[in-house]
């Protein structure tokens, strides 16, 4: 298989993989091989498991998988996950994918490392859980159209209409979430899963802008989820889950 | 807010609401209010709630709602979800949706009661939450094309290239389900969230062949998920979640 490397650490990469760890650059810690995270530089999904990992302060070791090189068809990594997407992870030789799944099985299997993915109030966490679902559900696809119409299509004109319904869509989700969140984070004082989920949702609509200014799809965010992204890239561990390809520029 | 009845119990409901119970017909249990779970006739979302609300003996009172009777829309019911979609449920006062997020609230809040949704083993359990939403992002949007395309259409042709499209969808996602199983049910011995996750779309796939018996739909089931449905289908509380609308014919 082969891997790509994000500008900022080709150097710093030898074996062919990137290396990454939130608390330490070892890869073995007490003869039990690191969590491999499989990830794709720019996939919404994929971040929402980085900023997991991250928070909960697990070792990990990141495989950037490059989609235009064939990665994600190669034998070795559907044999991780036979649809070839990420984000995926094998823990100790079990494989699972789906972020969310990843993002539970890494809440329980850690339970003392870092911090939790769910608040610890029982409704606060069911609601979390309907949040992260309705990012899958409601937010993503419209998303989705608008990146293969603007940022993917390879030949035709964009397709104005699809356009126009997906904006509409995204404006009358996002105002839901914007109700609904209740403090600095979607659910209270401290992030969590939720947020993590809609977060790099959000952060397409500034990716959009960039080649597509004149749309100015960012002016979809309201209000309080404005102060709201903010927060979130002031985490500490937020600068270091950037999508590589974006820093290059 | 109206209400349909089910044909088979119209005679015992004078509420205007359709009661049932999983271990007792009373609706109040030392003073708590047994859950409300809003449901419409035929949602494979609705069915796997019914089903997890089932095997736990969970206490609830089903709404059924009618969409044709605009009960959806109606303002009572988008104050508990307001984008006016079933499943929701209504728990001493807390409001949730998204039927993922439903069934582990209610297996964490009711842990004692009845069977567990979710098998004890962490990478069984981390397995199935990958079908649930597996069943979510692959099997149901080409399912719900299907059912758009021949059940709801009310004008034109049905679109042939979208139903073979979905059809090729489906069959291949099918085959991954049935690699992936491995017992009686998908995750061994005993019925989990998984099984109630695909086994309400796979049957939608024979209500399909009732309306369009040439196209054969059920011929997608691969053989070992034909033997499993009907394991599915003999469990002891699952004749009284066949949709109501499908038992009138």
Chains 1, 2 share one sequence.
Not at 3 to 11: E, H, I
Not at 75 to 102: C, H, M, Q, T, W
Not at 103 to 132: H, K
Request: glycine share 8%; charged share 25%; net charge neutral.
């Amino acid at each position: 298989m082969r891997y790509a490397y994000p500008p900022y650490n080709r150097a710093a990469s030898s074996a062919g993989v990137t290396k990454r760890s939130a608390s330490a650059n070892t890869l073995f810690i007490g003869g039990i091989m690191a969590i491999k995270f499989y990830y794709l530089s720019g996939s919404p999904f994929g971040w929402k498991v980085w900023l997991a990992l991250e928070r909960k302060r697990i070792d990990y070791e990141m495989v950037l998988l490059s989609a235009d090189g064939g990665d994600l068809k190669q034998p070795g990594f559907l044999a991780i996950n036979p649809r070839g997407k990420v984000p995926a992870i094998s823990d100790d030789g079990y494989n699972l994918y789906e972020s969310s799944a990843i993002c539970e099985y890494l809440d329980e299997r850690y339970a003392d490392s870092g911090a939790g993915l769910w608040p610890g109030n029982l409704c606060d966490r069911a609601t979390g859980r309907r949040m992260e679902s309705e990012v899958g559900a409601y937010i993503y696809p419209p998303l989705r159209r608008l990146v293969e119409e603007l940022l993917f299509r390879r030949e035709g004109i964009p397709d104005e209409a699809a356009i126009s319904s997906a904006r509409e869509a995204l404006a009358s989700e996002l105002n839901l979430f914007a109700q609904a969140a209740v403090g600095d984070f979607l659910l209270g004082h401290e992030p969590s899963l939720a947020d993590f989920a809609l977060y790099p949702m959000t952060a397409l609509l500034d990716r959009l802008d960039l080649r597509h200014p004149q749309r100015a799809f960012s002016g979809l965010m309201p209000e309080p989820l404005k102060s709201w992204s903010g927060r979130v890239e002031a985490l500490s561990y937020f600068q270091k889950t950037v999508p590589p390809h974006w820093r290059a520029g």
